[in-house]
């Protein structure tokens, strides 16, 4: 049935994918090739040199402090100006290296996330629909800010601070060995090695916390968010103390979660390494002294030394923080965009225009993932030209029904043909350009009223005023200040319902597709536009097939073929009068018991 | 101050500053004895931080003069001590804090939390829910940031002046230079916030731009596949990315320049402090020692004084939070009792005498309205969207205040009732249905949680039937998902219809649900109302007109006033305004209608 996945094409590709081989191997490989891409090699060779640069220029100042000190105390004047100089320079160096450092991690940071998200929005672009279906858009966009933001954070500063700790670690060890007796290396070398174990040990404790922390922050708001989406519900039932408690447990929880972090976060033990490390290194130092080994200043400039490894201690508490959430954030990025997409294009296949008779032929689908299947054993057909309307309770298989018929999802057993030919057979392109949707949750794009008519093709203001026409959606487009230039969604004019309804009606027309599939379930608005929905609707569905998901009975009146779906199969099916006689469950939607005239009708029927 | 792109809100008040820090100390008397301690040891953390450059200096100008082991000895050993105790100073100090803190937010959003849900409707109706939740949450959040921030610099301050005590003593020259240097480190600090927070501003933009961009793509994902639009959506994401990336890109320069540039002028002072201290040595004022205490006092300071130049904008952040999460505490409910009558059943007379009634100032919605509704009386409101028909509705409720005359309830003021036992007795069904993320039987025993499960399976069968809940995965049991989503439109209205069944309201007000469902379940919410009305008065806002035919009596309103009323059969034969209401608005799901089109056709 299905081709081999080196076959089965994208559904959208954007230019190059240099990442994916990548995306395959793993967060931290992917997150490497993301690092190392193009000109950014070279970025990281600069940074890492400015790096050990700006230490060797720290380290060296101290140093020459202390050599300048020496000087003094021994009373040696002479080189006071040339000592100034040097160690204002090497003062200024520091930072203005440290100032092309930053600027360079940076632009590695802000690459990394415009380059991850580019990744991960083509993805999306690229996902079948059952992807779609299947992800909800909070979720998606949790993706898309927070997870592609903690990618920047570990760049700058998470890993450029790991960096310059590591670099803080070695490099006033080299200069120790360097300028002052060897065995003054214990201390740092020591210092380095209990650092790692009690950072790796602290590491271990606090990541639970936070954990629990950030998840029972998550808490605390949903229960607030939902608590005050039912405001009204809670003040009608009097519950506001229920609901005051509720949040009130939450927000003890997080209370308890803080204190816990803080007695984890108080127990941080490389701060206590630090000071006892300098103070011992200043009694070796000292103890040299004594032994004749070095002098005063000599001391002052090895304590400084030493006082550069406070910079990776104090750093360090936050930066695991970043890179657990940096990666934990990558991980979730991989699965969603190593996803395969379900649906094969068949670009070779037919495409030739068609004539609209659809036929289902035992027809058994299981959405990807799912167990049950969701439409079971559906057979019917529709004849080119004709209105079928589907009617069932929500959750009975209405819409997914539809979407088979353009392919959103292939179906698991039987056929679905279209002119007597599998549908499998036709190019997808051509396929899906004969037919047309109008949604149930109708969607415009935030641009001008025209560009959600026309959608991209080319067409002529006239011809898009009388697809409006039609669509009896000229009159409130024509009462806009700039009538079909008028900008629509957030930063525009917001539609009501039945308008946004109308102006897809008018891009259907437009598009002029064989298949109509309408989803007509919105709610009953007022009169006037009732009426013009209804007349838009009547003349769409001229001389074309269409499937009405419906609620109105007036449509289903009119269709010629209705489909009565009950959990997934069809429970009756035939025109409004076999309907009436044969199933006892649409007899009792039309048949109120005050519509007196309907009993007349259904005595006549008989 | 005022906070860019930050709209003050209307329930904001102005506290004064003394008012402000008044009410957070008020917060923090619970947790006195945890304040004292943290001050205790905060105090002493601070001392021994400053106290080992001192004796450190104390060592080195000793091992100069005359290297007495056993001072030296005692010295360094003290040194290593000071630094035990003053990492165990610490650890008190955070231990505390974190308990004193986390008890003052808990207490803040506990207080904020039941000023809220005492609001009313025309509450919620101004401030929306995401704003009231980040008042509640994040500014919580904020609050406790800056109070760490807060702990954190009076530490700073501390270490400083006790640094700048001794430093005196040693040589009142330097000294000066030194504390000349602080406002240098300030300036730098401080000019580079302005554009920072510009440049911050500029930045979320665009990544807000960035965002709802996906957003929509993601939403329209469906239409964008259909009309195969991918080429052109993804050419439009990379223009507003790669802008993002440039705004950020730049920001992010100016806000890592800060620390460069207090280095910058931390390399001065030190060069300077070389070369005069240098003099110093030279002249024997000064030893080594003592340069290296000023040294140390140089280094150290480069932090505390990054916390201070920082600190003055995150602290404005934490007191306006504070003041946000007080003025949601202190905004007073509109809707007020006089007195506090707890009533038993209701006969369920309801009489609405002269009332006028606005959401905003001069736009009445009601003016002047009387009405009289009899007890166990089923009325149905009906008329074009905002003609007063849910306002009537939420003033029997409650939900909001109105302005002028009076409304009584078996004759008693309705501003005399107890709030809660008055809402008791009252049963509401909203217009979109509400669930909680719950099983199904807890939603249904929302307010009577005594409920036996016979009880809920009887109530749900007499609420349009019990047999779909067979066909739920796990029964009553099934987790209906966030906001019952899990359940269908119409599902999730026999839901609350059960809810309210069960609550056995004495005055029921249905606002019918506008969203349309498919017909057999629309059948099935029809048997239902019909089973809920009766016995109690009962207030129906149509929306659909399926239900009105017959009830006792029609009110048709048009802009707040009742234009006419009656039975469907005589309001039909008046041919009047519900006669054309009905025929236009109604017809489609009429059959007889379709049946006359169908003919003329």
């Known amino acids: 049935m299905s081709k081999p996945i080196s076959e089965l094409q994208k559904e959208f590709s954007p230019e190059e994918d240099p990442y994916q081989s990548a995306r395959k191997k793993g967060a931290s490989r992917w997150i490497i090739a993301h690092l190392f891409h193009g000109t950014n090699k070279l970025i990281i060779v600069i940074v890492i040199f400015s790096t050990v640069l700006s230490a060797n220029l720290a380290s060296a100042n101290m140093v020459i402090i202390g050599q300048a000190i020496s000087e003094f105390l021994n009373g040696n004047g002479s080189n006071l100006i040339y000592y100034l100089i040097i160690i204002l320079l090497l003062g200024l160096g520091g930072p203005l290296v440290r100032l092309i450092n930053f600027m360079l991690r940076e632009i590695l940071a802000q690459r990394m996330e415009r380059d991850t998200r580019k990744e991960f929005y083509s993805s999306l672009l690229g996902k079948s629909q059952s992807f779609h279906d299947r992800q909800e858009t909070g979720e998606l966009m949790a993706r898309a800010t927070d997870d592609v933001r903690n990618l920047n954070f570990l760049v700058s500063p998470a890993l450029s601070l790991i960096l310059e700790s590591f670099t803080s670690l070695i490099i006033p060890a080299i200069y120790v060995l360097l300028f002052y007796p060897t065995q003054l290396i214990i201390t740092p070398i020591s210092f380095s090695i209990l650092f790692l174990i009690f950072l790796w040990d602290y590491n271990k404790r606090i990541g639970p916390v936070t954990r629990d922390l950030r998840s029972q922050y998550g808490k605390m708001n949903s229960v607030l968010n939902e608590a005050l989406s039912g405001i009204e519900t809670i003040k009608a039932t009097a519950q506001e103390k229920t609901e005051a408690l509720k949040y009130y447990l939450q927000a003890k929880e997080y209370r308890n979660f803080y204190v816990e972090r803080g007695k984890v976060q108080a127990k941080y033990l490389p701060i206590l390494l630090y000071a006892l490390s300098v103070t011992i290194g200043l009694g070796h130092a000292i103890f040299l002294y004594t032994n004749g080994l070095m002098g005063i200043g000599e001391i002052i400039g090895y304590v400084g030394l030493l006082t550069q490894l406070r910079f990776p201690t104090n750093i360090s508490i936050f930066v695991f923080g970043i890179i657990r959430l940096a990666t934990a954030g990558a991980e979730r990025l991989l699965e969603l965009m190593n996803q395969k997409t379900e649906i094969d294009e068949n670009i070779s296949g037919i495409s030739q225009s068609i004539d609209g008779e659809i036929e289902f032929k035992n027809v058994t689908f299981i959405y990807p993932g799912g167990d049950k299947p969701v439409l079971n054993d559906i057979s019917f057909k529709i004849e080119a030209g004709k209105t079928a309307a589907i009617v069932g309770t929500t959750g009975s298989g209405k819409t997914t029904l539809t979407k088979l018929i353009s392919r959103l999802y292939d179906i698991n057993e039987g056929k679905i043909l279209i002119d007597g030919i599998d549908i499998k057979d036709y190019s997808l392109k051509s396929l899906r350009s004969q037919i047309s949707y109008i949604e149930q949750d109708l969607f415009l794009f935030s641009d001008t009223i025209i560009e959600n008519i026309t959608f991209g093709r080319t067409s002529s203001i006239e011809d898009v005023k009388r697809v409006a026409k039609e669509a009896q959606a000229h009159d409130f487009i024509s009462n806009f200040p700039d009538q079909y230039e008028t900008e629509v969604g957030e930063r525009g004019v917001t539609l009501s319902g039945g308008e946004k309804q109308r102006v897809a009606i008018a891009r259907a027309f437009l598009t002029d597709p064989r298949i109509l599939i309408l989803d007509d379930s919105t709610s009953a608005i007022d009169s006037e536009t009732e009426d013009k929905i209804q007349r838009a609707i009547k003349n769409i569905l001229r001389n074309r097939t269409t499937l009405l998901i419906t609620h109105r009975l007036s449509q289903i009146r009119w269709a010629d073929l209705i489909i009565v779906l009950k959990r997934g199969k069809i429970a009756a099916k035939g025109t409004h009068e076999e309907l009436l006689l044969t199933s006892q469950e649409y007899r009792k939607i039309f048949v109120k018991k005050f519509d007196t005239q309907a009993e007349k009708i259904l005595e006549k029927v008989k | ?601």
Not at chain 2, 413 to 420: A, G, P, Q, T, W
Request: hydrophobic share 45%; charged share 20%.
């Open chain 2, 1 to 601: 101050m005022a906070m860019i792109g930050l709209e003050a809100e209307e329930y904001d008040r102005k506290y004064s500053d003394i008012a402000l820090i008044k009410r957070i100390s008020s917060y923090f008397r619970p947790y006195l004895r945890n304040l004292v301690i943290v001050v205790i040891f905060l105090t002493l953390y601070s001392l021994t931080n400053s106290l080992v450059p001192v004796l450190t200096r104390f060592a080195l100008n000793n091992l100069a003069v005359n290297q007495d082991f056993v001072y030296l000895l005692f010295v360094l050993g003290l040194i290593l001590s000071i630094n035990l105790l003053n990492w165990i100073f610490n650890y008190f100090r955070q231990i505390n804090s974190a308990k004193m803190i986390g008890g003052v937010v808990l207490d803040l959003r506990k207080d904020a939390t039941n000023a809220t849900l005492k609001h009313d409707l025309s509450f919620f109706d101004k401030t929306p829910t995401g704003k009231i939740v980040s008042r509640i949450n994040s500014d919580g959040q904020d609050f406790s940031q800056t109070v760490e921030l807060s702990i954190e610099l009076i530490s700073s301050i501390f270490i400083i002046i006790i640094l700048i005590i001794f430093m005196v003593f040693i040589n009142v020259l330097l000294t000066l230079a030194f504390i000349i240097s602080i406002p240098l480190f300030f300036m730098v600090a401080l000019s580079f916030r302005k554009i920072a927070r510009k440049k911050t501003l500029l930045g979320q933009r665009a990544r807000a731009n960035v965002n709802s961009f996906v957003k929509e793509s993601v939403s329209g994902i469906q239409i964008a596949k259909t009309f195969r639009r991918e080429e052109k959506l993804y050419k439009r994401f990379n223009k507003v990315n790669q802008q993002s990336y440039e705004v950020n890109l730049k920001r992010a320069w100016v806000l890592n320049g800060i620390f460069p540039s207090l280095g910058i002028v931390q390399g001065v002072v030190i060069a300077l402090l070389v070369y005069f201290g240098g003099i110093g040595v030279l002249e024997g004022v000064i030893s080594g020692g003592d340069l290296y205490l000023f040294l140390q006092s140089i280094w150290l300071l480069l932090f505390p004084l990054f916390i201070i130049a920082s600190f003055w904008p995150a602290f404005q952040a934490g007191l306006a939070a504070a003041e946000r999460s007080f003025s949601l505490i202190d905004a007073e409910p509109v809707v007020k009792q006089n007195d506090d009558i707890v009533p038993g059943k209701f006969e369920g007379k309801i009489e609405f005498k002269n009332v006028t009634f606005r959401y905003e100032e001069n736009k009445n919605v009601l003016e002047n309205f009387s009405l009289t509704i009899h007890p166990g009386e089923t009325v149905a409101f009906v008329g074009h969207t905002g003609a007063g028909k849910s306002s009537i509705a939420n003033l029997i409720a409650r939900f909001y205040e109105f302005q002028g005359g009076n409304i009584l309830i078996d004759g008693v003021d309705i501003r005399d009732f107890n709030l809660e036992g008055y809402r008791n007795q009252l049963g509401f069904i909203p217009q979109t249905p509400f669930l909680w993320g719950e099983t199904l039987e807890n939603n249904i025993k929302y307010c009577c949680l005594t409920a036996t499960r016979d009880e809920v399976v009887d109530t749900l069968d007499k609420a349009g039937g019990y047999d779909w809940i067979e066909d739920l995965s796990k029964g009553l049991d099934t987790f209906i998902g966030e906001r019952g989503n899990l359940l269908s439109m119409g599902q999730r209205q026999l839901v609350v219809f059960a809810r309210v069944l069960l609550e056995d309201p004495s005055i029921l007000i249905l606002d019918e649900a506008t969203a349309s469902v498919d017909p057999f379940t629309e059948t099935r919410i029809q048997e239902a109302v019909e089973e809920i009305v009766e016995g109690r008065t009962a207030i129906i806002i149509a929306h659909r007109l399926w239900t009105v035919r017959h009830v006792d009596r029609i009110i048709v309103i048009d802009d707040g006033k009742i234009v006419e009323e009656g039975t469907h059969e005589k309001l039909m034969d008046k041919g009047g305004k519900y006669a054309e209401l009905y025929n236009t608005y109604f017809r489609h799901q009429s059959l007889e209608y379709i049946e006359e089109v169908k003919k003329l056709e």
